[in-house]
């Protein structure tokens, strides 16, 4: 049974800080691991998938990290933004469907 | 431009009523998915579809039903056997490959009055 973490719950930093989120999964034979974005009351945004064969994947200030035999990934958020304020979600896909950490809510202050 | 629409964004149901929520695609994806999101939870896996006319269960499919009549439709139905169906309600799509990349809707926030 696959069981995604992510800690922490929540995160509170000052403008311009450099972030790393932790995601968590007992089951390292993962196909891929994806972190999504999502506002108070939205949707979920996609902002960067790792395949199974990849260490890691950039998209602008976002760098996410896989390391397979350890369980665990990492979201790397650079020069932090209050706009980047958010619950951050990771996720992998298990047969039909994606299990789902519970998220870390982040609050850039300015 | 090509999405997820998810309507009606707010929904407010009496007890012992059934309520239908839509969730139309035209990213031409064959599989569709219903999760829930309750707070400190995360999201649950509610009913999903990888082709037109077959769906299947997923964890907590007790309370709902779905149809998938067309590619691009998938529409929820809590029904009066939901005793707890105050949550949000995300659709999502993707293309049914072995590394699915599922793109998400806006979702629905249903209060039960």
């Known amino acids: 049974k696959q069981e995604v973490t992510q800690i922490p719950a929540a995160l509170s930093v000052p403008e311009g800080e450099n972030l790393v989120l932790n995601c968590s999964f007992t089951?390292?034979?993962?196909?891929?691991l994806q972190w999504f974005r999502q506002d108070p009351g939205k949707g979920l945004t996609s902002l960067l998938l790792?395949?199974?064969?990849?260490r890691e994947q950039t998209s602008g200030r976002l760098n996410a990290s896989l390391d397979k035999s350890s369980g665990r990934s990492t979201l790397y958020i650079a020069a932090s933004q209050p706009g980047d304020s958010a619950t951050y979600l990771c996720?992998?896909?298990?047969?039909?469907?994606?299990?789902f950490g519970t998220g870390t809510r982040l609050q850039v202050f300015p | 431009d090509g999405g997820i629409t998810q309507s009606p964004k707010y929904l407010f149901r009496k007890e012992g009523q059934n309520v239908t929520l839509s969730c139309e695609q035209n990213?031409?994806?064959?599989?569709m998915y219903w999760y829930r999101q309750d707070p400190g939870q995360g999201l649950r896996l509610i009913y999903y579809?990888?082709?037109?006319?077959?769906?299947q269960k997923g964890d907590i499919a007790e309370g709902y039903s779905v149809s998938r009549e067309k590619k691009e439709s998938f529409p929820l139905t809590v029904t009066s056997a939901q005793k707890n169906p105050t949550a949000f309600y995300l659709c999502?799509?993707?293309?049914?490959?072995?590394?699915?990349?599922?793109?998400f809707g806006p979702g629905t926030r249903l209060t039960v009055l």
């Open positions: 999502a799509s993707s293309v049914p490959t072995v590394q699915p990349e599922q793109f």
């Open positions: 990213l031409n994806h064959d599989a």
């Open positions: 089951d390292s034979a993962i196909y891929n």
């Open positions: 996720a992998t896909p298990l047969t039909d469907k994606l299990i």
């Open positions: 790792i395949q199974s064969s990849q």
């Open positions: 579809s990888q082709i037109v006319n077959d769906f």
